[in-house]
T-cell receptor, first 115, second 114 residues
Framework: KAGVTQTPRYLIKTRGQQVTLSCSPI?????VSWYQQTPGQGLQFLFE???????NKGNFPGRFSGRQFSNSRSEMNVSTLELGDSALYLC??????????????FGEGSRLTVL | QKEVEQDPGPLSVPEGAIVSLNCTYS??????FMWYRQYSRKGPELLMY????GNKEDGRFTAQVDKSSKYISLFIRDSQPSDSATYLC??????????????FGKGTLLTVNP
């Protein structure tokens, strides 16, 4: 069974640009979550989607947005990039509803560097 | 005060040692308690899962949750060099979909020396 796939794995952007990250969940998983990981703040919750609806949202500015498609694939977008957005962005999928709450399966992440 | 506090270490132990990792939390709504392990340049993977208070054992790993003290622990017996990784505690809970919103500790970097 294929795991969670994130693309791109690495990317470099400059301040003010925008970026779109993609996530393909494990087949059959309907919930997709996004986390930002930095050395200073650790893993922080961005948002969670279930059946194309945002179900939970973290404390990030509106520059961070996401969506989920009917096939459960998800994208997140960061607009007007700032230096502080440099981080590893992790996507995680879960069964949601039939699996254990909190049992997340993570991808390897997209490492974003903002110059 | 952060919702979840975890000593970042780093922690360095000899092979075969017993390792104790801990987290404290402030949100009494948390009901689900997890330990994730993250190897360098990889995403976290679920290691242990506990619902509410109590102990859970899986091979060399034991997870303990004390909700009255808002304190969770992970014990690793007979530690191996392959256990070298960052260990992250995580919690969730509350009504409805917030079960799927995890709050993580910052992680403890563990090195097991041969």
């Amino acid at each position: 069974k294929a795991g969670v796939t994130q693309t791109p794995r690495y990317l470099i952007k400059t301040r003010g640009q925008q970026v779109t990250l993609s996530c393909s969940p494990i087949s059959g998983h309907r919930s997709v979550s996004w986390y930002q990981q930095t050395p200073g703040q650790g893993l922080q919750f961005l948002f969670e989607y279930f059946s194309e609806t945002q179900r939970n949202k973290g404390n990030f500015p509106g520059r961070f947005s996401g969506r989920q498609f009917s096939n459960s694939r998800s994208e997140m977008n960061v607009s007007t990039l700032e230096l502080g957005d440099s981080a590893l962005y992790l996507c995680a999928s879960s069964l949601a509803g039939t699996g254990l709450p909190g049992e997340l399966f993570f991808g390897e992440g997209s490492r974003l560097t903002v110059l | 005060q952060k919702e979840v506090e975890q000593d970042p270490g780093p922690l360095s132990v000899p092979e075969g040692a017993i390792v104790s990792l801990n987290c404290t939390y402030s949100n009494s709504a948390f009901q689900y308690f997890m330990w994730y392990r993250q190897y360098s340049r990889k995403g976290p993977e679920l290691l242990m899962y506990t619902y509410s208070s109590g102990n859970k054992e899986d091979g060399r790993f034991t997870a303990q949750v004390d909700k009255s003290s808002k304190y969770i622990s992970l014990f690793i017996r007979d530690s191996q060099p392959s256990d070298s990784a960052t260990y992250l505690c995580a919690m969730s809970g509350g009504s409805g979909g917030s079960n799927y919103k995890l709050t993580f500790g910052k992680g403890t970097l563990l090195t097991v020396n041969p």
